[in-house]
Structures are given as structure tokens and as C-alpha cells.
T-cell receptor, first 113, second 110 residues
Framework: DAGVTQSPTHLIKTRGQHVTLRCSPI?????VSWYQQVLGQGPQFIFQ???????GRGNFPDRFSARQFPNYSSELNVNALLLGDSALYLC????????????FGPGTRLTVT | GIQVEQSPPDLILQEGANSTLRCNFS?????LQWFHQNPWGQLINLFY???GTKQNGRLSATTVATERYSLLYISSSQTTDSGVYFC????????????FGTGTRLQVTL
């Protein structure tokens, strides 16, 4: 079975632009979470979606938004990009919401210039 | 929020050596996971271990939830074990939000 997939792998954007990152969870998993990892640090929680509803939000500005589709895939959108948004964006899936094991995709490396 | 600290921050081993990585957390947890992040950034699941002891080949882990710590043991280390090891927890009452520790960077040399 395929694991968590993310696209694109790498992305270069200019300050002020908008970006959309995509994630497909493991087949049968209904919960998707997004994390941001800047160089030298551990991943930081951005959002969690379950059954197409936002179930948790981390300490990120409103420029960050996300949604989950009926097939449980998800998009992360970031508006008005800043240099500080340069990071590895990781998507994780789990069977359902709660304390279950989470599995991570390979990530999207975003560079803002 | 919950604090997760890992030690040591850096570790250099010769191939074949054993090591113990520690994760301390400041509050009760319902999920604890250990990950290995490879040089390409992929987080690889090692253990899901909110309590108790598990073993998988050369790796084993123990979590003592009542004392708020977890240990990851690596035996007979290999160069492919190099990378960053993260402990991550879900604090009771914050369903699905993983809080990651500070990480241990391991380098295994020949």
C-alpha cells in the first residue's frame, strides 16, 4: 500500500505570492495533519482535519489555511508569503482523530525568495 | 503547553557501539512516538509507545508515563542509523496535535 504522498516535492516562490501544497493520506485514513519544520528545529503543528472539518489549529497566522476533501486528501494554502515561511511542510495521516499513530509524508520543501 | 526535551542533543558513535537516547516530557500524554528523520527529511516511524516496552530488531524503546520519560536504545549501530531522532507526544486533551522534542542528532562513523 502507498504511504502518505505529497506534492510538489520542491517549490520556489517569491515574497507576497500564494502557494498550495497537497497531501494524500494512507488509504483508509481519515485524519490529516500539517506541520512546518524550519531548519534545525522539530516540526510544529499547523492544522488537523478530520471528516473534512478543522479539529485543531496551531499558533500560525491567518495567512495559513487548509481544507480536506471528500476523498480525505488535503490542501494547505499560504497567502502573502514571507521569507520566514521557507521550510519543510509535512503532512501526516492517521486512522481517525485522537491519539492514534501518525504517519508522515516525504514533505514539500518551500523556498521563499 | 507541554515541553518535550531530548538528550543528548548530539551524539557521535563508532559503528557497532550502543546508545541510549532520552525524552522527557512535562505533562501527561496519550501518545508517544519515536521517529528517525533521514537526510532527505523523511520522518520514519520507529515506535508508537505511550507506555511499556517494545523491540524491533536492533532498536527498542521504553516509556514510563508516570515518570514522564521515554528511552530509545540503539544497539550495534550502523552508518545508516545516522540522522536526527525525534520524540513526539500528544498531550492529554489536545487530540492529534503532536508536540516534537528538540531532537538528537546521531552520527555513526566507520
Amino acid at each position: 500500500d502507498a504511504g502518505v504522498t505529497q506534492s510538489p516535492t520542491h517549490l520556489i516562490k517569491t515574497r507576497g505570492q500564494h502557494v498550495t501544497l497537497r497531501c494524500s493520506p494512507i488509504s483508509g485514513h481519515k485524519s490529516v495533519s500539517w506541520y512546518q519544520q524550519v531548519l534545525g528545529q522539530g516540526p510544529q503543528f499547523i492544522f488537523q482535519y478530520y471528516e473534512k472539518e478543522e479539529r485543531g489549529r496551531g499558533n500560525f497566522p491567518d495567512r495559513f489555511s487548509a481544507r480536506q476533501f471528500p476523498n480525505y486528501s488535503s490542501e494547505l494554502n499560504v497567502n502573502a508569503l514571507l521569507l520566514g515561511d521557507s521550510a519543510l511542510y509535512l503532512c501526516a495521516s492517521s486512522l481517525v482523530q485522537g491519539y492514534h499513530e501518525q504517519y508522515f509524508g516525504p514533505g514539500t520543501r518551500l523556498t521563499v525568495t | 503547553g507541554i515541553q518535550v526535551e531530548q538528550s543528548p542533543p548530539d551524539l557521535i558513535l563508532q559503528e557497532g557501539a550502543n546508545s541510549t537516547l532520552r525524552c522527557n516530557f512535562s505533562d501527561s500524554v496519550n501518545n508517544l512516538q519515536w521517529f528517525h528523520q533521514n537526510p532527505w527529511g523523511q520522518l520514519i516511524n520507529l515506535f508508537y509507545i505511550p507506555s511499556g516496552t517494545k523491540q524491533n530488531g536492533r532498536l527498542s524503546a521504553t516509556t514510563v508515563a508516570t515518570e514522564r520519560y521515554s528511552l530509545l536504545y540503539i544497539s550495534s549501530s550502523q552508518t545508516t542509523d545516522s540522522g536526527v531522532y525525534f520524540c513526539a507526544v500528544i498531550n492529554t486533551g489536545t487530540a492529534s496535535k503532536l508536540t516534537f522534542g528538540t531532537g538528537t542528532r546521531l552520527q555513526v562513523t566507520l
